[in-house]
């Protein structure tokens, strides 16, 4: 079975550039969603196609791919930024999450 | 408007069984995949499997087969995941959630969640 690898944590402060990684053989052949998952909530989609935003997400976060690694860029970090990150994909019907980052922003 | 409810919090004990449910409105329950997410008290989000309401085509994680059963009824709307021993271990919250396009399985849009407890 697949396996998606992502730091526990990342800190950044505040207007900062936060870079989170993703790492796996599925992400070489499979495209990645990220997920932004706040305490107590359900997660949010804020991208997919490793790369595209859905309509409502700002544009400081982007994606990028190289291989067996995509990232989660966030620039310009806000204190609203700080939340759980998970990465995303499946293959042959079957999805993986990654362990999740949290992010920290101060 | 794209929704997906879920039934409320369970407290249960171990070795009782459950159902909890998941109804979808505002689209076409039959032709999307509905998924299946447990999350662990402080721990990440696991993916446990998915079923085509349209003909209940299931899908099962390989941690979660054999220990939960996946569900759906077209009449009504909703999936359900069920269990029949529940165990301590089943203390999570468990989201149902579905893709933006019909020919995906990605979790897009998600349940608010229901907290299940399993306590003696």
């Known amino acids: 079975s697949y396996e998606l690898t992502q730091p526990s944590s990342v800190s950044v402060s505040p207007g900062q550039t936060a870079r989170i990684t993703c790492s796996g053989d599925?992400?070489?052949?499979?495209?990645a969603r990220w997920f932004q998952q706040r305490p107590g909530q359900a997660p949010v989609l804020i991208l997919y196609?490793?790369?595209e935003r859905p309509s409502g997400i700002p544009e400081r976060f982007s994606g990028s791919n190289s291989g067996t690694t995509v990232t989660l860029t966030i620039s310009g970090a806000q204190v609203d930024d700080e939340a759980d990150y998970y990465c995303y994909s499946a293959a042959d019907n079957m999805g993986v999450f990654g362990g999740g980052t949290k992010l920290t922003v101060l | 408007e794209v929704q997906l409810v879920q039934s409320g919090a369970e407290v249960k004990k171990p070795g009782e069984s459950l159902k909890i449910s998941c109804e979808g409105s505002g689209y076409n329950f039959t032709n999307y995949w509905i998924a299946w997410v447990r999350q662990m008290p402080g721990k990440g989000l696991e993916w446990m499997g998915i079923?085509?309401?349209?003909?209940?085509?299931?899908r099962y994680s390989p941690s979660f087969q054999g220990q939960v059963t996946i569900s759906a009824d077209k009449s009504t709307n909703t999936a359900y995941l069920q269990w029949s021993s529940l165990r301590a271990s089943d203390t999570a919250v468990y989201f149902c959630a579905r893709p933006a396009l019909p020919t995906m399985t990605s979790p897009d849009y998600w349940g608010q969640g229901t907290l299940v407890t399993v306590s003696s």
């Open positions: 079923i085509y309401p349209g003909d209940s085509d299931t």
């Open positions: 599925l992400v070489a052949k499979k495209y």
């Open positions: 196609k490793d790369t």
